[in-house]
């Protein structure tokens, strides 16, 4: 059985900073791309940044130059970190990774979500 367990939510004013993680455990075989979601109140879910298994990264570009995602292959996880939050930035951040289990069909999972609120 796979989990993606994030961490690193919370609460910050307008201008700091906040470094999210999310680590994959369970049988594991391969980890493609991974990602970060975010939903406000009443919107849509919105893709924030992602990260492929060889290290190419792409954001949206509201987050560019602020945001960078990160992984650590070797622990199965990855990071977030977001610099100069912005009140519109407050949303549940959600991890998601394209994984393939052992003996179980690649498919993807998602976190559980962390609340993060930028207050002006």
């Known amino acids: 059985q796979v989990q993606l367990v994030e961490s690193g939510g919370g609460l910050v004013q307008s201008g700091g900073s906040l470094r999210l993680s999310c680590a994959a455990s369970?049988?594991?075989?391969?980890?493609?791309?991974m990602a970060w979601y975010r939903q406000a109140p009443g919107k849509q879910r919105e893709l924030v940044a992602t990260?492929?298994?060889?290290?190419?990264?792409g954001y949206v570009d509201s987050v560019k130059g602020r945001f960078t995602i990160s992984r650590d292959n070797a622990k199965n996880t990855v990071y977030l970190q977001m610099n100069n939050l912005k009140p519109e930035d407050t949303a549940v951040y959600y991890c998601?990774?394209?994984?393939?289990?052992?003996?179980?069909?690649?498919?993807?999972?998602w976190g559980q979500g962390t609340q993060v609120t930028v207050s002006s």
């Open positions: 998601n990774a394209d994984i393939r289990p052992i003996g179980r069909v690649r498919r993807d999972y």
């Open positions: 990260i492929t298994d060889s290290d190419n990264t």
């Open positions: 369970g049988s594991i075989l391969s980890i493609y791309a």
